[in-house]
């Protein structure tokens, strides 16, 4: 995004704290065997941003590149019923149109079934409702099912991949 609109939303500063992250590029998705997308949730679907990044992928849907990767999607809003699971189970769609293999957080993982506590986390994906100003942040039963995804998609990627 542009500086400006960065600024305006109050991202700016975001942007600063990850200058050293590498910048993702569409190709690139043809050389992993597994990927894990995140994005936050706009009305329920996946920020502009991230459509347009996956709209790039239009050369690698024509290779069929990603046919066969294991794909997961993790999310974040900024409030209770911010359409996690919408947002989730929206952007498989694109990972079905690419081939890809979708994989979820199974209930082997307990803490999705958690009742002691407001909580992130769900079969299609690790989720999360954080705010903006931090007073909001994952809290370790959802940072805990993020880790199960990771570790349960790589299983998965490297079962396939031998």
């Given amino acids: ?4 609109k960065l600024e305006k939303s109050g991202a700016k500063a975001a942007r600063a704290a990850f200058a ?16 894990i997308f995140g994005t936050p949730t ?3 679907n996946m920020c502009a941003q991230m459509r347009n990044f996956l709209d790039q992928t239009g050369g ?3 290779n069929g590149a990603l046919v066969g990767k294991v794909g997961s999607v993790f999310t974040s809003t900024a409030s209770q019923h911010g359409g996690q699971e ?6 498989h769609s694109t990972l079905l149109h690419q081939g890809m ?9 307990p803490r999705l079934v ?28 959802e940072l805990a099912i993020a880790r199960f995804q990771g570790r349960h998609v790589a299983e998965i990627a490297v079962r396939l991949t031998r």
């Avoid at 050293?20 to 990927?35: G, M, N, Q």
């Avoid at 293999?101 to 993982?109: L, R």
Wanted: proline residues 7%; negative net charge; hydrophobic residues 35%.
């Fill in 1 to 4: 995004m542009p500086d400006d």
């Fill in 20 to 35: 050293d992250v590498p910048v993702a590029k569409p190709e690139k998705l043809a050389e992993a065997d597994a990927i």
């Fill in 42 to 44: 706009r009305f329920g």
């Fill in 60 to 62: 690698l849907w024509m």
């Fill in 86 to 91: 919408t947002t989730i189970t929206s952007f």
């Fill in 101 to 109: 293999i979708i994989v979820g957080v199974p209930y082997s993982e």
């Fill in 114 to 141: 958690a009742m002691t506590e407001i909580t992130g986390g769900t079969r299609w994906g690790g989720c999360t409702r954080s705010t903006a100003d931090g007073s909001r942040l994952p809290t370790e039963n």
